[in-house]
């Protein structure tokens, strides 16, 4: 499957949303809890990717540190909840879609960000070397459900603290990422 390079995992969740397609692996509990969010004001507004016309846009839930994302076109696109944390240093995006389709695991996968001023950098993580680490080398549980086109779901079962462990330990592999995507802010 390729993913478009609009946002770290959107040509994905596109997918998601026309079918029962599902990013694997993907993690059932949050990367944080509520208790260690942290909250950027600087996210907060309009970003886009050089060239291109989709925006994201960053607002936050009333009342909460949990931002709503969405990805704008002409019209909107995708909307995620995203919970913002720090592990080992990094800043963390922990990504879920705010409606799932009723075939789809309402799961969460994650990306590394950067913010230097006007330039919001994403680094999503790789499937392949996710999957490589949860079920071949078994860093993390797991289950394995329905058929998907690279084989079995899997689905990680790790608790907040056990997935925040595994980043503190491989989030600076820089194998880990795919390549960045460099968004600016967009002034309203």
Known sequence: MKRNKLFPMAGLACLLLAGCEIYSPLALQPLFDDDILLFNPTLLGTWQEEGRTTKVRFEVYEDSKVYRIKVLDEEPVLAFEGRLGQIGGWNFLDLRLEEAA????????????????????????????????????????YVRAGKVDRGRLVVITASPIDLQLFFVRYGGDPEAYDSVQEFHRVRE
């Open 102 to 141: 009723d075939c789809q695991i309402p799961g969460h996968f994650f990306c590394r960000l950067e913010i230097d001023g006007d330039v919001l950098r994403m680094y999503g993580v790789k499937e392949n070397w996710l999957r490589e680490r949860v079920v071949e080398q078994g860093l993390l549980p």
